[in-house]
């Protein structure tokens, strides 16, 4: 009874962040729809950043008791209190429904770094939940997958599929699961990540969501959200980039609005975060009045600035949203006008599939 899979993690574009009051805190229940890109590395040779994750898991009566390990620089470090009762909770329900008591011997593997803002827990529980259905031979569909993901981590459940996917709040743990809106490269976006820190958040996302609903801003956050998650979820299936990426931007500064006032007060941003983030304003302002220019018959020698937008997750690190054909220069962007190390920037893709099954097993 052993099986291994991988997963990608996720951007949100309408963001996940604080857990519904009216339902179990474990269900970890959004407070609103939320909307994501799966992403995949592009580029991670330079920058050693490879969006992955890779989970083995299995159950034999061998084992005395469940454990867990992250596999990190070939090393096998056991997970923490806090962790493994993260991953219990997922496996526990699904072994419960297998109807069977055995241990198990769980590795992952992040071909990132963990817990730094790039969504690592999001490709983790994907990958833990379709592992451990196989292994079990519970043959859940991706629906079905994406309930018992969100149960480690809310935003795995969007991990479970790929190219854009819409997770439905739901009021209870049977309706609230993520479905795919388009598959890869139906809708014409990709990103470049600028990763300003890969070391450990000092806050976890998963403690960080109990701290949200003490913000005065929070309510506004949420009825925001709601709203425009139907709405930019038009906008992915009519292929309107720019409404797509002026909603998820003004997102990101919904959430981060009510991490900084809430109690404690959160601040993932550092110094480069917001010196990017005002780089990327100034040089799409500086797009649309080219843009502008030529609409009135004003000569120019060439397109100046970019139609790029920022997002940013439960960290420093910053997504530039763009279209495909641009990537290129919002890569040389960020790297040359901006002074981010090439190899500190990802370029990233949407990912053709979410978690599947794998035949290379960890141990």
């Known amino acids: 009874m052993k099986a ?18 009216d339902q ?7 407070t609103n729809d939320t909307v994501s890109m799966t992403k ?19 159950f034999s009566e061998n084992f ?13 470090v056991p997970f923490d209190n806090v962790q ?34 790039l969504a690592s827990s999001a490709s983790g529980f994907a990958a833990l939940a379709t592992c451990t259905s196989k292994a079990l031979n519970l043959n859940l569909n991706r629906t079905e997958l994406s309930k018992y993901a969100r149960l480690g ?19 209870s743990h049977d309706t609230s699961y993520a479905e795919q809106i388009c598959e890869c490269n139906e809708f014409d976006i990709a990103a470049v990540i600028a990763v300003i820190n890969r070391g450990k958040k000092d806050v976890t996302s998963d403690v960080g969501h109990d701290s949200a609903h003490s913000s005065l ?27 797509v990426g002026m909603i998820s931007e003004k997102n990101c500064l919904y959430m981060h609005s009510v991490m900084m006032t809430s109690d404690p007060p959160l601040f993932y941003w550092n110094p480069d975060t917001l010196k990017v983030i005002k780089a990327v304003i100034n040089n799409r302002n500086q797009y649309f009045q080219t843009y502008k220019m030529i609409n009135k018959g004003v000569k ?45 920037i990802v370029k990233v893709r949407q990912a053709e599939f979410g978690s599947k099954i794998v035949e290379q097993h960890l141990f």
Not at 5 to 19: D, E, Q, S, T, V
Not at 24 to 30: F, K, Q, R, V
Not at 64 to 76: H, R, V
């Open 84 to 117: 493994m009762k993260r991953v219990v909770k997922v496996v526990e329900a699904l072994r419960e429904m297998a109807d069977i008591t055995l241990k198990f011997k769980m590795v992952s593997e992040n071909k990132f770094p963990t817990a730094a803002g």
């Open 300 to 344: 120019q020698k060439e397109k100046e600035g970019i139609e790029c937008y920022f997002t940013v997750d439960a960290g420093p690190n910053i997504h530039c949203l763009c279209r495909t054909e641009d990537i290129d220069a919002v890569q040389y962007f960020i790297q040359n006008k901006i002074g981010i190390q090439e190899r500190d």
């Open 217 to 243: 801003f929070n309510q506004i956050k949420i009825k925001e959200s709601q709203e425009k998650s139907v709405e930019i979820r038009k906008a992915i299936e009519n292929n309107d980039f720019t409404t």
């Open 153 to 171: 981590s809310g935003s795995a459940a969007r991990s479970i599929h790929g190219g854009f996917v819409y997770w439905n709040r739901g009021n």
């Open 24 to 30: 179990p805190s474990y269900l970890n229940i959004p």
């Open 40 to 58: 995949e590395s592009i580029n991670y040779a330079k920058s050693g950043i490879d969006l992955i994750t890779h989970t083995t898991i299995e």
């Open 4 to 21: 291994s899979a991988i997963a990608h993690p996720n951007i949100a574009l309408i963001k996940y962040w604080g857990r519904a009051l």
């Open 64 to 76: 005395i008791e469940d454990t867990g390990f992250l596999k990190t620089n070939e090393k096998l």
